[in-house]
């Protein structure tokens, strides 16, 4: 599980702050992704970059804004959040994107909105 | 559009029985399909995936999948459950002809009873 590595494990913020959460992948791999975990519900994929271009944006609201500096690194700026954001957010990676290739994740940021 | 059903939210198995963790899918085309694990307050990992050929698929910690393309199913199993098997599972599809998302189901609860 240290393929992929997420800082902060957890993260409780306001509704006003400004907030980073960091991705890292030791795996070689070209395609990142993040993802949001709810309770009872399917993982929604939120960003997907591939070779350090973003090619997925499934309607995430602009008050989250991904970075991909290099095929190693993610990050997911958030800014004025809601209470109905909270809730787990993983990081993947894959060899390339989609095809075979399977997604190996982090441990995740369990984010709180207050 | 792809999509995945796990029809159980939580499956009971008692340690030495066989487990069945049940999945179907809805493609367009021909499918990839995976199964992760998920313990508590850690990321998905990767069990195994079927992309084509023998329909059984052996994977990580003894466990196995069935792709049943009639059926549209890929169920996972395992001949002998484990306490330590005690985890969320999630089946996952990407549809060949279509996106190269995968799209996740909304996990089975797996509670194995000494």
């Known amino acids: 599980e240290t393929g992929v590595t997420q800082t902060p494990r957890h993260l409780v913020m306001g509704m006003t702050n400004k907030k980073s959460l960091k991705c890292e992948q030791h795996?070689?791999?070209?395609?990142m992704y993040w993802y949001k975990q709810s309770a009872k519900k399917p993982l929604e994929l939120m960003f997907v970059?591939?070779?350090?271009?973003?090619?997925e944006n499934n309607s995430v609201p602009s008050r989250f804004s991904p970075e991909c500096p290099n095929s190693s690194h993610l990050f997911l700026h958030l800014h004025t959040l809601q209470p109905e954001d909270s809730a787990l957010y993983l990081c993947?990676?894959?060899?390339?994107?989609?095809?075979?290739?399977?997604?190996?994740f982090g441990p995740g940021t369990r984010l709180t909105v207050t | 559009a792809q999509s995945v059903a796990q029809p159980e939210d939580q499956v009971n198995v008692a340690e030495g029985n066989p487990l069945t963790v049940k999945c179907t899918y809805s493609?367009?085309?021909?499918?990839?399909l995976f199964w992760y694990v998920q313990y508590p307050n850690r990321g998905l990992q990767f069990l195994l995936k079927?992309?084509?050929?023998?329909?059984l698929v052996k994977g990580s910690y003894g466990f196995e999948a069935e792709f049943n393309k009639s059926q549209t199913s890929f169920h996972l199993k395992k001949p002998s459950a484990l306490v330590s098997d005690s985890a969320l599972y999630f089946c996952?599809?990407?549809?060949?002809?279509?996106?190269?998302?995968?799209?996740f189901g909304k996990g089975t609860k797996l509670s194995v009873i000494p």
């Open positions: 993947a990676s894959s060899q390339k994107e989609g095809d075979s290739y399977e997604q190996y």
């Open positions: 795996l070689g791999h070209n395609a």
């Open positions: 970059y591939n070779f350090k271009e973003q090619t």
């Open positions: 493609v367009s085309g021909n499918p990839y």
């Open positions: 079927y992309i084509t050929g023998d329909n």
């Open positions: 996952a599809v990407r549809d060949l002809a279509g996106s190269y998302q995968l799209t």
